[in-house]
Structure formats: C-alpha cells, structure tokens
C-alpha cells in the first residue's frame, strides 16, 4: 500500500497531540464536590445552589458532569493546570458524604484538597464565604460530609440565598422553595466570582482566595 510522507507525518503528529494531552491531564489533584438535590423539581430551589454553580462552571470551560459513579455525576477538567474531579452527588443532599467519600477513597485525595460547594441561609443572596475548615453550621450535606470523612478540615465554598422571610416560616420550606427571577440573575454574578475564587483555591492561594471574594 502506497502512503504518501506527509500522510504519515501528519498521523505521527496526531499521535503525540494525543499522547501529550494524556500526559498533561495527570491524576486527579482535587475533587469539587458540589451538593444538591436530583430531580427536576429541585432544579432552582436553594438548596440546589451547589449544583447551579456546577453546572454554570462546566458550560463556561466546556465540559459536562454527567457520567454516573460514586453516587452522583460526575465530569472532569483542568483547573489552573491541575486534574480537578466535579461531582454532585446523586444520595439527596442529607447523605452528601457517602459520594464524596467514594470518590476521595477511590482517587485518594486527602480532605485539604476537597472543595465543598453548597447553600447558606446566613448569607444574603449575592454573597460567597470561603472557609479551610469548621463546624456544619446547620447545614445537611456539610454534616453528612463530615461524618464520612470523619473531620471537619476540608474546604467550603457556601453560596448566600438568604435568611428565611420570617422566624416562623418553615427552614425546609424555604430552602426548599425556588429562586425569584431577580436572585437568579444575581446568582451569575455569584458564580463568576466563585469560579475565579476556585482557579485561585486549586493553585494553592487560599488566603489569596478568601481576602479577595469573602
């Protein structure tokens, strides 16, 4: 069979781009754990921040958190040169930790480098707190994650959606309940800052990160 040369070097070509992109990509070096609820009737509610925030990541750097392991969907990309894992888990939000902790065990990341993104009520709409490490501060998916990796020192990225209108309104209800049209425009904004927040999070500059978007 006649080739000619520059057939063959052009193959040659596309087998190192091939051969170093799978070098570059590496191990995963992080996990995003982005909690939620499954299930389109959860799809804007509060509590579903994490999820939002997933989901608007994956479309700005062009990837999808859709393949099923570990309890949940999960995607992968770089960020700031590193492997980093997104996974949203698939267990309702009260059982967050049995996937992230399936996920940690199997890639082997340590708890100081997995990010857990969720909701706030104690933060206004609008809002982003980063935090090294601490206490679930009332929230579900925070507690289940600290009860399966069995510590607190792991990283948090809470998103604001807001105090309950009232002392007497039902905490379920309202974190429960879906965004207004106005919160979900504010909401963009938000997630850009939390996606520059997270490049600065994955290179090591935490500090950076919290003195800069906190």
């Not at 990309?77 to 888990?89: G, K």
Request: proline share 4%.
């Amino acid at each position: 069979m006649k080739t000619r040369m520059g057939e063959v070097s052009d193959i040659f070509e596309l087998f190192n781009k091939i051969e170093k992109r799978g070098q570059s990509l590496g191990p995963v070096g992080y996990i995003v754990a982005c909690l939620g609820n499954p299930g389109r009737e959860y799809a804007l509610t509060r509590h579903n921040s994490g999820y939002l925030f997933a989901e608007y990541y994956a479309m700005q750097k062009g990837f999808s958190i859709d393949r099923a392991k570990f309890d949940g969907l999960y995607g992968e990309c770089m960020v700031a040169n590193r492997r980093v894992l997104f996974l949203c888990p698939t267990t309702y939000m009260n059982a967050s930790g049995v996937s992230v902790r399936k996920a940690a065990d199997f890639y082997k990341i340590p708890p100081e480098r997995i990010l857990v993104v969720c909701d706030d009520i104690n933060l206004d709409v609008g809002r982003m707190r980063l935090r090294r490490k601490g206490s679930d501060g009332g929230q579900k998916g925070l507690r289940s994650v600290i009860e399966h990796l069995n510590t607190d020192a792991f990283p948090r990225m809470r998103i604001g959606v807001g105090k309950k209108p009232h002392p007497d309104y039902d905490l379920c209800d309202w974190v429960l309940g879906k965004f207004s049209m106005e919160d979900q425009k504010i909401l963009k904004t938000v997630f850009e800052r939390c996606a520059q927040a997270l490049e600065l999070v994955v290179q090591g500059d935490f500090e950076g990160a919290m003195s800069r978007y906190n």
